[in-house]
């Protein structure tokens, strides 16, 4: 095996597909299914060439064009990586060596870490509206955040019938404009200068605890559903195990090649910072199966 992709999102499968292109015998890891964070994703608007596209419909597409150029192992975790004469890749199944790996392991979901979200994770906490918003039909809920997953996530949630709030610590969102003009256009309500305090229950969620940033005062809220969206954190930790370098904020730190401070280790997608939408994804993984290719020539 040549090439050892960790991730199969948007970046690991054009890595592999790249690869397998470039004549490189690759194989792509990932803990779970293809797709990543994309599959919790409704509605994709913005990568060129569809219009209007569900993330698990892209992705799956995406999926069956790789694998006539790699293999992709779904539901074999990584655990571990040794750098001696060659590359050992660990994984839940098996070993591998290998000449070079890309690490496109992309973000992870980031808590509010507040009393009672875990307690109620699946009872009416949920970081996937596209997963769990049918659950939530004609039921009252908030979404907690301001960036572009939070505004879509509520916008999916209205289309479902809920009623749905949002809830964001400024007094302005951070959202594209075209997805604050929506939520405006559906007239869903912003909690502004607020933070959930705590989230209470029974045996599912019955309300939430907030509090202004600004005047300190405290409200309870009663609602079915918390959708959190809150950003993402990046999951580099593997990749920082074996010496590889990260910024302050825990992406992988890589050159326009997309190579890290150690040889024949490449980084690529969200994992890297940046952009963070699926088509720099795609365009990093074929820069990083490239440069693969040319340091193994």
């Not at 694998?67 to 990586?81: F, G, L, P, R, T």
């Not at 954190?233 to 593997?238: D, G, L, T």
């Not at 090649?257 to 040889?263: F, R």
Request: glycine residues 10%; charged residues 30%.
């Amino acid at each position: 095996m040549n090439l050892a992709v960790v991730g199969a999102g948007p970046a690991g499968l054009s890595s592999g597909m790249y690869a397998g292109r470039f004549g490189l015998n690759a194989v792509v890891f990932d803990e779970k299914i293809v797709g990543g964070i994309v599959n919790l994703t409704h509605i994709v608007e913005n990568y060129p060439g569809f219009e209007k596209i569900s993330g698990m419909e892209l992705m799956e597409k995406m999926k069956k064009q790789a694998e006539k150029y790699c293999e992709i192992h779904e539901m074999e975790k990584v655990k571990n990586i040794e750098i001696d004469e060659g590359i050992k890749i660990f994984t839940s199944k098996n070993e591998y060596k290998v000449k070079a790996v890309i690490f496109a392991t992309g973000t992870e979901k980031r808590k509010l870490d507040v009393k009672g979200e875990k307690e109620f994770l699946g009872r009416g906490v949920s970081y996937c509206a596209t997963c769990d918003g049918s659950f939530f039909r004609n039921k009252k809920t908030v979404v907690v955040g301001g960036g572009n997953a939070a505004a879509t996530e509520a916008l999916h949630l209205k289309n479902l019938g809920s009623d749905v709030s949002l809830i964001h610590r400024r007094n302005k969102l951070r959202a594209d404009k075209i997805l604050q003009d929506y939520v405006f256009e559906k007239k869903i309500k912003v909690l502004w200068d607020s933070v959930v305090e705590e989230i209470f229950g029974g045996s599912v969620v019955k309300g939430i605890r907030i509090k202004n940033v600004k005047d300190g005062s405290i409200k309870n809220i009663d609602i079915d559903g918390v959708f959190v969206s809150v950003g993402e954190k990046p999951n580099s930790a593997i990749a920082k195990s074996i010496g590889v370098k990260t910024d302050e904020k825990g992406y992988i730190v890589v050159d326009k090649k997309q190579k890290t401070n150690i040889s024949k280790i490449y980084a690529a997608g969200d994992v890297t910072g940046g952009l963070k939408q699926i088509v720099t994804a795609c365009a990093e993984g074929a820069v990083a199966a490239n440069s693969a290719y040319e340091d193994l020539l």
